[in-house]
């Protein structure tokens, strides 16, 4: 069984910064690729950002790309997002995935989900 917990999100000014985590269980983070997804009020489940388990390669939606990092920790079998620069448009819920097959930022790749973290960023 397969688990992912997600924490960090919260209340913070534009500009500010959050990490998100995500805990893993029943699956190695390190073996797996990973991808971040959000979900704003009325608006579709987007991608944001991938890591590849071969070579750690990443990947990002246009607009994160420059503020956003996607990183893991294999020890802690955890995936961070490291948010800077955060503006109202990154208001979301934020959740993690772990990928099975296809493109990296689609959601029909991504077989174990989260519960989702709720970021909210105010002016």
């Known amino acids: 069984q397969v688990q992912l917990v997600e924490s960090g999100g919260g209340l913070v000014q534009t500009g500010g910064s959050l990490r998100l985590s995500c805990a893993a269980s029943?699956?190695?983070?390190?073996?797996?690729?990973m991808g971040w997804f959000r979900q704003a009020p009325g608006k579709e489940r987007e991608f944001v950002a991938g890591?590849?388990?071969?070579?750690?390669?990443?990947y990002y939606a246009d607009s994160v790309k420059g503020r956003f990092t996607i990183s893991r920790d294999t020890d802690k079998n955890t995936v961070y997002l490291q948010m800077n620069s955060l503006g109202s448009e990154d208001t979301a819920v934020y959740y993690c995935?772990?990928?099975?097959?296809?493109?990296?930022?689609?959601?029909?790749?991504?077989?174990?989900w989260g519960q989702g973290t709720q970021v909210t960023v105010s002016s």
């Open positions: 029943g699956r190695s983070v390190g073996t797996t690729r």
């Open positions: 890591i590849s388990w071969i070579g750690s390669s990443t």
């Open positions: 995935a772990t990928h099975q097959a296809g493109s990296v930022s689609s959601q029909g790749s991504y077989d174990y």
